[in-house]
């Protein structure tokens, strides 16, 4: 299974867009990139995946590197709502498991 | 994607008794799971519940801890026996069906807060 690295942590000014990196070196040709999002413990979120086009919706755009070995997710305009742990996760080909590391915190300040 | 409850939202038990949670889906789903998510951690899959069969389990769970049933497609239990302090985390259902939603996106309940005393 493609493993998955992210910052700890990273802050953001409201109103400001949050780039969120992703390192995915091993990921293998048919395997997705999946984002999701925790709030304060609740259950995770889904905001978007991707293959190896540029992904967007309503949430969020998802910035997948040509080699697919990286990968950053764009909040466009950050709101204090949008505090959460990020994960980022390669979904397994093999199993179709998610796999959850331990994400990157971000914190949005007025 | 689908609307997910769990039952109960939140419990505090005595240790060496047993919490069943239920999982349930507003519509008919092929692939139900349950993960643990313990204090300050991420979230580690516990098993797939299979409907009509037994669960399947990931390294270091056990179905005598961790019994499942899945009577069917919209439903599940996760049942946490013989508790310790250890088996406080929040436990979380997902579903995914990627054939009625041509993808394979899991989407995840609000959760189950255990303390164990």
């Known amino acids: 299974d493609a493993k998955t690295t992210q910052p700890p942590s990273m802050d953001c000014a409201e109103g400001r867009a949050a780039n969120l990196p992703c390192n995915h070196s091993?990921?293998?040709?048919?395997?997705?990139v999946y984002w999701y999002r925790q709030i304060h413990s609740q259950g995770p979120q889904y905001i978007i995946h991707g293959l190896k086009n540029n992904e967007t919706n309503e949430m969020a755009s998802l910035i997948i590197t040509e080699d697919r070995k990286s990968s950053t997710l764009i909040l466009p305009h950050a709101t204090l709502r949008d505090t959460a742990v990020y994960y980022c996760i390669v979904l397994s080909s093999n199993t179709g498991k998610l796999i959850f590391g331990q994400g990157t915190t971000l914190q949005v300040k007025p | 994607s689908a609307v997910i409850s769990q039952k109960p939202s939140r419990d505090i038990c005595q240790r060496g008794t047993s919490l069943t949670i239920q999982c349930q889906v507003d519509?008919?789903?092929?692939?139900m799971f349950w993960y643990r998510q313990q204090p300050g951690q991420s979230l580690t899959l516990i098993a797939t519940a299979n409907q009509g069969s037994e669960a399947t389990y990931e390294s270091g769970f056990v179905i005598d801890k961790f019994p499942i049933s899945r009577p069917n497609l919209t439903f599940s239990t996760l049942t946490v026996s013989n508790m310790s302090p250890e088996d406080s985390s929040i436990y979380l259902c997902?579903?995914?069906?990627?054939?009625?939603?041509?993808?394979?996106?899991?989407?995840f309940g609000p959760g189950t807060r255990l303390t164990v005393l």
């Open positions: 091993t990921i293998s040709g048919n395997e997705y």
């Open positions: 997902s579903v995914e069906d990627s054939i009625r939603w041509s993808t394979d996106t899991q989407y």
């Open positions: 519509s008919q789903v092929t692939m």
